[in-house]
């Protein structure tokens, strides 16, 4: 590449649980022979996509180039910690082809954006695109519509009020930045769920952008790299619920870590895991576990009450210890109440 063409960068959002990481995995083991670097954020100070991700490193991608920025929202931390990691990472000998952002789910991928036209950067990158996962089945079923009774009672209260729930907050400011929506575990929809996802999703897109149902992060590279779409230049066409505010907060959501001891028994784990999806509402939780008599780590993701676990690698040396990250609406997460879920 020549050395001042802007280097692409593409920016992944979508909500707990939409695949980000299943989907940067993929893009990673299909580079084309392009050199990649990620930047992955998550919401809470212990980072575990960081690690599923640093288990594919490779040629194309190593170790050195998966950089995790773990101190909160990458939205609220622009100044600290993104611009920074950004101009080490332009500063490096060997620079990326492409640099893809995992944003944390809770992201609102807009204010991002905005710092794509800080003077440090600007001139040597570029926002190739936004790719905005939404989970099929998850729209399809209602979960990020707005509430119309909580709507209505913020209205009664408060006639300038257009709050909806936090959910579809999030949920619409990640579609309105959007490129290409993915619509993802499309097989787990199937066709009826997709096209009520499509439906639902339609009709909170301030303009008509590709959406495409994909499974398990499965999507030909170059559908999604090399869009070319400038987007730092084009804020506009792409509104926010925070179109206008100097500051946003993350403070409708929260998160805890849960210290496990070894775990025997990894169904009876996962029916606690369902169980305070269902009675605490419980939006997402996942972690690496130690099973008792095995030496590999169980990696356990849950999405409400769909819980996925399979062993990934090794623990190193000294380093076994379960820990689960757990992330709800504020109101829901309650310590004591998980820890007792847990059986601790
Ligand atoms: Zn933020
Ligand atoms: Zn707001």
């Not at 611009?83 to 609102?108: N, Y």
Request: charge should be negative; include cysteine.
């Amino acid at each position: 590449m020549n050395s001042l063409a802007k280097v692409p960068v593409t920016v992944v959002t979508g909500f707990l649980g939409s695949g980000k990481t299943t989907l940067i995995q993929h893009l990673l083991s299909n580079a084309g022979g392009k050199k990649l670097a990620v930047l992955v954020n998550e919401f809470g100070s212990e980072g575990v996509d960081g690690e599923i991700l640093k288990s594919c490193a490779d040629a194309n991608c190593p170790e050195e180039n998966i950089i995790e920025l773990a101190n909160g929202c990458i939205c609220c931390t622009v100044a600290d910690d993104f611009i920074p990691t950004m101009e080490k990472l332009l500063a490096r000998p060997v620079r990326p082809d492409h640099i893809l952002i995992e944003t944390s789910g809770l992201a609102l991928p807009k204010p991002l954006l905005k710092a794509f036209d800080w003077p440090e950067i600007r001139s040597r990158i570029t926002v190739d695109g936004v790719i905005a996962l939404a989970d099929a089945e998850a729209v399809a079923a209602g979960r990020f519509a707005p509430d119309p009774d909580a709507v209505e009672a913020q209205r009664a209260a408060d006639q300038n009020l257009d709050h909806e729930t936090p959910l579809s907050e999030v949920f619409e400011d990640q579609i309105a930045c959007a490129d290409i929506v993915l619509l993802t575990k499309a097989d787990l929809a199937g066709a009826a769920g997709l096209e009520a996802a499509k439906a639902a999703i339609i009709a909170e897109m301030p303009r008509r952008v590709p959406m495409l149902p994909v499974t398990d992060g499965a999507i030909d590279a170059r559908v999604i790299l090399g869009l070319g779409a400038a987007a730092e230049n084009d804020l506009a066409a792409r509104p926010s619920h925070h179109d206008g505010e100097e500051e946003h907060e993350h403070d409708d959501f929260a998160s805890v870590v849960v210290d496990l001891p070894e775990v025997a028994d990894v169904d009876a784990l996962v029916a606690s895991v369902q169980k305070l999806a269902r009675e605490q509402n419980v939006l997402r939780a996942k972690g690496y576990i130690a099973v008792a008599g095995k030496p590999m780590r169980l990696l356990l993701q849950a999405v409400g009450e769909r819980v996925r676990h399979q062993f990934d690698k090794p623990w190193g040396a000294g380093h076994r210890r379960s820990k689960l990250v757990v992330i709800g609406e504020h109101g829901d997460i309650d310590e004591a109440a998980i820890k007792a879920g847990l059986g601790i």
